[in-house]
């Protein structure tokens, strides 16, 4: 189909010309490409540095063009010659010769309906009209590219296809939409590129695709034209998906940043890669018991010691470990060993860096204009606009992207409590009031609630989970009842309260026993997961067992004890990677876990029990099925501050298992503990077992219940509690 069929022109002008050879053309189609006439039409090309031109209709004779100026080229075609494909030549002072279809007179290839849902904030499926694709257009191959610059008088695609000169290339103006579209016929996938764009004061700014499926490797900032040939193989996986209920169904999470997992220090300390890192990781957190790997931002970022949390291509796997199609094989190779995959999702703010998304077409664009809600005070990044329409829909349609696209299952949202306050780590004087008078952002609220029903309409199955650390109400109830919709919030006043009751000495336990218990009061008040994240081992806080009082033996007899508990209380659970090694030393991103320490006695103990407690967690829906029912929970004592002990039953409506754990270095034997029900009791897990490190001072395998009302149950038991211990009990 020719561009003159439904595009006709006027004849163009010599202001025309002059704006088009001046570089500030919103409109190059008016200039170049196929223009009607009365006694037939104009055919006019460019190249600034050709020294002729030539022209083949269809497979007819090819003819010279004429030149016009300053590198524009034309020829007239009678009315009597249909014109449908053509063909031009450009000949240089070298004596090359160059051959390509023309650009210009392709129609466009992203159409009203997407522009209408884009401009809404309602584009679902926004990555498949949006950045470069490969196309087939009229029997040509190529690629189209489509970027967002309203405020641009000019923008141009560039790369090595036109030697980076933003004159050869200039995209046509979609009208009010602000979007920028060409196809570019003969180049392919693997071609990188930018945008040049002429902004409203003249300015001169070269930028990164912000739909790019791929880019390249800090300090390198070029977008790449990817186009995927992966063949999944988890069907069985995403089969089931739509019908799963996470709330209901157990959740350990293994937190990863996959740059220091492992690397390989025969190969210069470099990180593994996706494919590497697949089959090693999928086996290791299948036999430690976990049911979900949760990854550190792996979107395209610039600074590694960000960890991924500054993001300049949102829609990039970052080239760190490899394509776009490595990660969907680690993805699948995850899939299909049972284990689902989340992902930090990173809405909440995004880096300076010029090459992105910062005053992209010389604007604020994606970001607020207004100075107090700008910038992160705290990061020096700056704050998504959400009440843009636009800068919606790219940001739903890219949470959409990484859960269709590849198929990851959960998406955990960074930062939102800086999302939802106006004043959110900002002085008096330097944040300005919603219009209701109020300090919460009203168009972050929107657009959480319209994430969360988007994310559960187009992707059932999935989830999302709010890293959120106030006290907003109703994070993770449903819309419809006033809540944001989140699935999950993860629980950061159990996480603060657990680690500093851990931190103190036993001896002093007893002052602080309400840290532990205060908890309960409101677990009920969302869905949770309690993290013991990678932000809980940076910046100086020391590693999870380096918190912990006392010898090596109660520092690790204490990590056992922190984990059951964690376990088996209500709620999902979370722990970063390495947690299961015992290592002193703090994280660091830019080296490998401590995996030697596998081969020391006492740290393969520690990993036999986190074995061992992952597998318990699984095969007992005590501890998962009723986790937002409070009927799943019940204290058996919460008060023994002189002992430092508590226990608890979680019960699943079918069955219940017994907690008991003991927070001193203080055995008790006959330690009298009421059960729901009568008949003999079981150790299904103790802490203090001699396969996991611990002193052997172990309870009766099995212990019969007396007919002793004790802590409002009828039944009673006296068992052995050992030290800095934890038991976990069963009906026999």
């Known amino acids: 189909m020719t561009h003159s069929e439904h595009d006709p022109i006027a004849p163009i002008s010599d202001a025309e010309l002059d704006a088009f050879l001046a570089g500030d053309h919103l409109q190059p189609h008016r200039v170049l490409g196929l223009h009607p006439g009365p006694a037939g039409s104009d055919i006019r090309a460019y190249h600034p540095d050709a020294t002729s031109a030539e022209i083949q209709i269809g497979r007819g004779t090819v003819r010279p063009m004429q030149p016009l100026r300053g590198g524009l080229w034309t020829i007239s075609i009678p009315r009597s010659v249909k014109v449908r494909t053509y063909r031009i030549a450009f000949r240089f002072a070298d004596g090359t010769r160059w051959e390509t279809d023309d650009p210009y007179r392709f129609l466009p290839t992203i159409g009203e309906q997407d522009l209408h849902y884009f401009s809404e904030g309602t584009h679902r499926r926004l990555w498949e009209k949006m950045g470069s694709h490969v196309r087939t257009v009229d029997g040509v191959q190529g690629v189209s590219f489509a970027v967002w610059a309203p405020n641009a008088r000019r923008v141009s695609v560039v790369g090595a296809f036109c030697g980076w000169d933003g004159r050869r290339y200039p995209m046509r103006s979609l009208g009010a939409s602000g979007v920028f579209e060409l196809f570019v016929p ?124 500054q993001i300049t291509g949102y829609f990039a796997p970052t080239a760190r470990y490899g394509s776009p199609d490595d990660f969907r094989y680690f993805v699948d190779t995850c899939h299909r060993a049972g284990i689902g995959v989340i992902l930090d999702w990173v809405p909440a703010h995004f880096p300076k860096d010029d090459y992105a998304l910062r005053r992209f077409d010389g604007t604020a664009l994606y970001e607020h204009a207004d100075p107090r809600r700008a910038e992160h005070p705290d990061w020096g990044t700056l704050v998504f606009n959400y009440g843009r329409n636009e800068v919606r829909s790219f940001l739903i349609a890219n949470a959409l992207y990484w859960l269709s696209e590849f198929h990851i299952d959960g998406l955990r949202v960074d930062a939102v409590a800086s999302m939802l306050y106006l004043d959110y780590s900002r002085e008096p004087g330097n944040w300005a009031p919603n219009p209701q008078g109020g300090r919460e952002d009203l168009d972050a609220v929107d657009f959480l609630r319209t994430l969360n029903t988007t994310v559960q309409e187009d992707q059932p199955g999935t989830f999302t989970i709010a890293e959120e650390s106030t006290a907003w109400p109703g994070v993770t109830h449903s819309v419809a009842d006033g809540g944001l919709g989140f699935t999950f919030k993860w629980n950061m006043g159990w996480m603060h309260d657990t680690l500093a009751y851990f931190r103190t000495d036993p001896l002093y336990r007893a002052h602080h026993h309400d840290q532990l218990t205060f908890g309960i009061m409101y677990e009920y008040s969302e869905r949770f997961i309690m993290p013991l994240s990678h932000d809980e081992v940076v910046h100086g806080k020391g590693s999870l067992i380096g918190k912990m009082p006392g010898d090596d033996w109660q520092r690790l007899a204490n990590l056992r004890l922190l984990l059951t508990y964690q376990y088996t209380r209500p709620g999902k659970q979370l722990v970063f990677m390495g947690t299961e090694l015992g290592s002193y030393r703090e994280w660091d991103h830019d080296s490998s876990l401590d995996w030697h320490l596998a081969d020391e006695p006492a740290r393969a103990g520690l990993q036999r029990f986190v074995e061992q407690l992952g597998h318990m967690y699984l095969a007992q829906p005590a501890f998962w099925r009723r986790d937002p029912d409070p009927e799943g929970f019940c204290w058996i004592e919460c008060c023994d501050r002189k002992n430092s002990v508590i226990s608890y039953v979680r019960s699943s409506g079918e069955g219940h298992a017994v907690v008991v754990l003991n927070f001193t270095p203080v055995p008790h034997s006959g330690y009298r503990v009421g059960v729901p029900a009568a008949g003999r009791y079981g150790v299904r897990l103790s802490s203090d077992d001699t396969a996991f490190g611990g002193s052997g001072i172990e309870p009766a395998h099995e212990t019969a219940t007396e007919p002793m009302p004790w802590q409002g149950f009828d039944q009673s038991i006296a068992i052995q509690l050992p030290p800095l211990g934890a038991l976990v009990l069963e009906p026999a």
């Open 186 to 309: 003969g180049i392919a996938a693997g071609e990188l590129y930018k945008y040049e764009i002429l902004t409203a004061e003249g300015m001169i700014r070269l930028k990164a695709d912000p739909y790019a499926q791929s880019m390249q490797l800090s300090p390198d900032t070029e977008s790449r034209v990817y186009q995927s040939t992966f063949a999944w193989s988890d069907d069985d996986w995403m089969q089931r998906r739509p019908a799963r209920d996470p709330i209901h169904e157990p959740m350990n999470i293994y937190e990863v940043h996959l740059g220091s997992w492992a690397r390989a220090p025969d190969d210069g300390n470099r990180p593994l890669s996706y494919r590497e890192i697949a089959p090693r990781l999928v086996e290791h957190v299948r036999r430690l018991g976990f049911t979900h790997v949760q990854l550190l931002p792996i979107a395209e970022h610039p600074f590694t010691g960000s960890w991924g949390y």
